[in-house]
């Protein structure tokens, strides 16, 4: 399917990070939320100016471990991804709810039972990004060496086998509850699960009837041949990380065409392409923003500044350039972006029109996703340029700061998208699959 | 201490089974919400009227695994007491919140976090009744042999001190986020746990603040040596199965025993016995209410005749005899009250009166715990005659349908116990520990 067109059928997912934001220092921003970490207020509150803005889901990544130095920065992962959206399931209508579980650190049974709960209570808006977990500090977290990464994702495919089978054992209509009749559940549709793999074995049955959309749907992060063949499998939605368009555009006709091979259509994976975003009235007040997060962190700028150079082949740091400046010719007419990070062109192309090493920085050329700094009409304009190319069914959008960053993104963005005719102006139904239009699902399927 | 007085510290917790009660054809009931398994506004709003009788905490009892035959029965456990949990804590302000999880079928790291989560979120109000599992079912659900029972209590109390460990790595003044300085947490008070058990092992830290409780007091329910010990090196609450004020005076005493042996106070666990009740306006109303739930249960009545007889050393049938009669006196005078039964005593007296056997099971004489079937007054005397004669630090209440018998409890029940001095009229303070009068912890305290 080619979606060169104005279909109003962009996906957006938000990614809600720790309850601040993706840029961990934004926390010191004035009218941030200091405490945003342990305040679930605060995150419902913001899940529903997500909602307000028709954002088709929630997205929380998530690590079993202390993520990063929290000295002076905010954390990646909020608490606890099931305790958040039990919250926001409550107070919320329509966003979806997706969240990451790990298929190496958990038990198929305790991950299915809780799943499926929260998409009977917030009536059939669950999602599950089923990664492998790749970090060597969740491991020590369970007392276990990490699997190599080929018994990781054979642990995953398992795991997800296990976890959709309990999912369907317990049938579609064998929640009776007829008080007249006295017939509770209908037994004769209750099925044991007897999964029997080699990492993972469960009886079943799971006994939590349907929810409006069968099951939550399969969510997929991680890279490579086995990530692709993974999210072929199972997955209805696909977070990935492409710097460039024409990477998005390979990725996504490799993830359709894996969902082919495996007998499903291609229009049921949907890829989200992940997004950062500073939003300003003007160019200027945008920068005015991240060169505030600069100043909160001297020395990851020191880093970045050295870290610059070598994405276009020079040795730089702020003790012997002057970052405020652009870089002298001479050095400017040594660059060459480098071939081992794909954002070194945008670098090298930044750098080259005389900006500034901060400018450069500012504009979010390091940045884990592409950035844009810029108005609102920026934001879309890149939106809109990656989703008329093909490139990506929709975007995971990660703002700088959750307190005024959701808020902009909805109300200044969100009505560019839709007056453009690139994104909904009403969800398309009730539940998460009806958001995704991907098909019904229910127990092991593929 | 001996509590032999009107004190006003009467403790009182109340299971919420499913969402429906503790009799499991009363959702056949007038009345009754037909799937409150899956309703969580209804669930929440039984909190909510527990909370408006200034019960001290709620209870979750679970096993992870399909509990019972649901052809006619409602379930025993809800759909997910975590989220569950997560809706009630957001929804009340000052009631606990205890739920059951597994020492063998959970990870403590994974515990740890989502226990650690609700507490902060409830301000402190969170409580974990850690059991061992003994069901063969749950087994099967996580693919492994249930472990010997010493294997089970080994495990337990390494569970235990892993979580408490993990609770303990995140120091209760490191949460800094002080946006003026840019001190976000002060990794100086973070610990890793380091925590080597033979069958747990977890190194943390586990990046979350203390509660204004500190941390949640652990309960515990099982019995024997082993229980008694593991209660008594942990417990803050215990929940007790005691048929007889005596067996459960014993329970008491040596509870209190256990936690001295471990070098706590005995005042620092509190004993819950479990309580059940039907009420009615008057002693005839409320047995209209047991004749209704038999009606519902015809297979089940005439079990119950056999089990009657058994405890009284008779063979009784509904086919041999009329149930809505007195036995005959021949019978009557060849009765004994079984010594392998705790209950049997009660039978026994009761058909000796001359009572119909309809009538003394609608008495509850073969429930799991004892019942008053009868008036609030009936109810409140039961409560206060145990609590007087020192046998329990308060009660662990079961209605037999949530529909109205929370309601009736609270409104009927709960101003007698007021007006003799049995029970509070307000909360102790915020916290599930305030309210059970017991100390601050954090970290591995014993």
Redesign the interface.
């Given at each position: 399917m080619t979606i060169n067109q104005r279909d109003g059928k962009m996906k957006l997912a938000l990614q809600m990070v720790s309850g601040y934001g993706g840029e961990f220092?934004t926390?010191?921003m004035p009218g941030?939320v200091?405490?945003a970490?342990?305040n679930?207020d605060y995150y419902v509150e913001n899940a529903k100016m997500a909602e307000k803005g028709k954002i088709h889901t929630l997205f929380i990544a998530d690590t079993?471990a202390?993520?990063n130095?929290?000295?002076?920065?905010?954390?990646m992962h909020p608490?606890?991804p099931?305790?958040a959206l039990?919250?926001v399931a409550?107070?919320t209508s329509h966003i979806g709810l997706v969240s990451t579980y790990s298929t190496t650190?958990?038990?198929p049974?305790?991950l299915a039972?809780?799943l499926?709960?929260?998409d009977?209570?917030s009536n059939g808006r669950m999602g599950w990004n089923a990664v492998t977990t790749s970090n060597h500090?969740a491991a020590?977290?369970?007392?276990r060496p990490l699997p190599d990464r080929d018994t990781r994702y054979e642990m995953a495919q398992e795991h997800i086998e296990a976890v959709q089978t309990l999912w369907g054992t317990f049938g579609q209509d064998a929640?009776i509850?007829?008080?007249e009749t006295?017939?509770?559940?209908d037994?004769s549709k209750?099925e044991l699960a007897n999964y029997?793999g080699k990492h993972?074995?469960?009886?079943?049955?799971?006994?939590?009837?349907a929810s409006p959309q069968g099951q939550p749907p399969i969510f997929q992060a991680g890279g490579g041949d086995k990530g692709l063949e993974l999210a072929g499998r199972f997955a209805s939605g696909v977070y990935a990380n492409p710097f460039t368009k024409e990477d998005a555009k390979l990725h996504r006709m490799m993830l359709r065409k894996s969902a082919e091979a495996h007998g499903r259509k291609a229009d049921d994976i949907k890829m989200f392409a992940g997004f950062m975003f500073s939003i300003g009235k003007t160019k200027e007040e945008a920068m005015e923003r991240r060169y505030m997060m600069q100043q909160?962190a001297p020395k990851e700028t020191a880093h970045h500044v050295e870290y610059l150079g070598y994405m276009v082949g020079l040795g730089l740091s702020v003790d012997t350039i002057d970052i405020t400046k652009p870089l002298p010719q001479g050095l400017i007419n040594q660059m060459y972006p480098s071939p081992m990070d794909p954002r070194s062109e945008k670098a090298f192309e930044l750098l080259k029109t005389g900006m500034s090493v901060k400018d450069v920085l500012a504009n979010g050329v390091i940045n884990y996703h592409p950035v844009v700094v810029g108005t609102p009409e920026m934001v879309a304009d890149f939106l809109e340029e990656w989703y008329l190319a093909d490139a990506t069914d929709g975007f995971s959008i990660v703002p700088d700061s959750s307190h005024d960053g959701i808020k902009d993104f909805v109300e200044l963005v969100v009505p560019i998208l839709q007056e453009r005719g690139l994104f909904h102006t009403t969800y398309e139904g009730e539940t998460l699959r009806d958001h995704l239009g991907v098909s019904y699902e229910y127990g092991l399927t593929y």
């Open positions: 220092k926390w010191r941030a200091a405490d970490y342990t679930m079993p202390l993520p130095d929290l000295s002076t920065n905010s954390p608490m606890d099931t305790i039990a919250a409550r107070e650190y958990t038990e049974y305790n039972r809780t499926k709960t929260l009977i209570i500090e020590a977290n369970f007392g929640y509850h007829n008080q006295g017939e509770y559940v037994m209750v029997r993972y074995q469960t009886r079943g049955p799971l006994p939590i009837p909160f």
